[in-house]
């Protein structure tokens, strides 16, 4: 239990610390690589959301700077955290991996009524190889893997060899301006380096709260994936210090990590659908405030958010038709006059780097119906 004198933070408090440590107070001026790195890779379950991620934290972003280091192989795309697609840099790919294999090995427990009679082991030697000598679709994984066990389920097939091994996604696929097919490989292949040690969950604890933090144990565990983790921040509390947020939750932050003042002016700021300042902690009400609870994603669509303030305040979608690239915002409030001219802004200034065209606009209006 956290003591009765520990230190209260708010929930502004909590919201200006983790846009401070988001790069979302103040566009940073850091190399890109050291971005992704900074904040723990960059969620990439669709493959645009990292371009736009970079573009609301990097002054001067060029969408062109992240395809080249895929390109180069220094950043990759790997199932990773919450087992979802993250972009990595070639070290966090290696090491990160091997960390969360746990909950690879949860997901492919649901299709083990599938697999009945498979021996893992040799079905991940035999991936290995198919994918080690070209890249391979899941597709031509199940079809090479279905002749040796003939009974079980081919899509299982597939999914327990992508859970077995860390499989990257090679380029094109996820290059800004161009378009491929999901192909894979082993990290090891790709970047042409051997498997590493699986990072240690202390460092990564420590890595987490200097991106998200102040944070509790099971803000970390959600922003992972993976459970039991009380016992690493327990073993670091005496490197940490401690807070309570406004429910009683202990919070553990680093010493050093910046708080800033909770009046601090947050930018206006556009955030792809999945970025993971709305998905690193259990608790998001330091981003997403009670009543909008939901709002940013109705089943498995989520739509792009608008931060103002430093909250949720509306939503917004991309449409490029021939000549013309519109940024529609739909406001899930009231917004103050000055409110919408500083979103305008900066929707023109996401449009003329993020969507370059002859023509466009930027639009309030509605095209998500919540039911209400």
Same mark, same amino acid.
Not at 220 to 232: D, F, K, P
Not at 237 to 243: G, S
């Given at each position: ?148 066990? /003939?009974?079980? +389920?081919?899509?299982? $097939?597939?999914? =327990?060899? *992508?859970? !077995? ?7 094109? #696929? ?97 955030? /792809?659908?999945? +970025?993971?300042?709305? $998905?690193?902690? =259990?608790? *998001?009400? !330091? ?7 939901? #709002? ?77």
């Amino acid at each position: 239990m956290a003591a009765t004198n520990t230190p209260v933070l708010s929930t502004r408090a909590l919201n200006r610390a983790t846009l401070e440590r988001q790069l979302l107070l103040r566009r940073a001026t850091v190399p890109v690589k050291d971005a992704v790195g900074r904040l723990v890779g960059l969620q990439a379950q669709n493959t645009r959301p990292p371009y736009f991620q970079l573009f609301s934290r990097l002054e001067g972003f060029d969408p062109a700077a992240l395809s080249a280091l895929m390109e180069s192989r220094e950043v990759v795309r790997i199932v990773t955290l919450r087992s979802t697609i993250h972009t990595h840099t070639a070290e966090d790919a290696l090491t990160l991996r091997p960390l969360v294999q746990p909950a690879r090995d949860r997901e492919l427990n649901m299709f083990r009524s599938g697999l009945t009679g498979v021996d893992l082991d040799r079905l991940a030697s035999l991936a290995r190889d198919l994918v080690e000598e070209r890249p391979r679709t899941m597709k031509e994984l199940r079809e090479e893997l279905l002749p040796r066990w /003939p009974d079980a +389920d081919p899509r299982a $097939l597939a999914v =327990a060899a *992508r859970c !077995r091994l860390p499989l990257v996604q090679v380029t094109p #696929r996820g290059l800004w301006g161009r378009s491929g097919q999901v192909a894979l490989t082993t990290a090891e292949n790709w970047l042409d380096t051997p498997a590493q040690p699986a990072a240690t969950p202390d460092a990564t604890v420590l890595r987490y709260l200097g991106a998200f933090g102040p944070a509790s144990v099971k803000d970390m565990q959600t922003w992972a994936g993976l459970t039991r983790m009380r016992e690493v921040f327990d073993r670091l509390r005496p490197r940490l210090v401690t807070f309570r947020d406004g429910n009683g939750v202990e919070l553990f932050d680093l010493p050093d990590a910046p708080r800033p003042d909770p009046g601090t002016p947050a930018p206006a700021r556009f955030l /792809p659908e999945f +970025d993971n300042l709305l $998905l690193g902690h =259990a608790d *998001r009400t !330091r981003v997403i405030p009670p009543a909008y609870k939901g #709002r940013n994603g109705v089943g498995n669509q989520s739509y792009g958010t608008v931060l103002a303030d430093g909250f949720l305040a509306a939503l917004w979608r991309l449409d490029e038709t021939g000549d013309t690239a519109v940024v529609t915002v739909q406001a899930l409030g009231e917004l103050d006059p000055a409110t919408r001219e500083e979103i305008t802004r900066e929707a023109v200034d996401l449009l003329t780097v993020m969507a370059p065209a002859p023509a466009y606009d930027v639009r309030f209006g509605t095209f998500v119906d919540f039911g209400d």
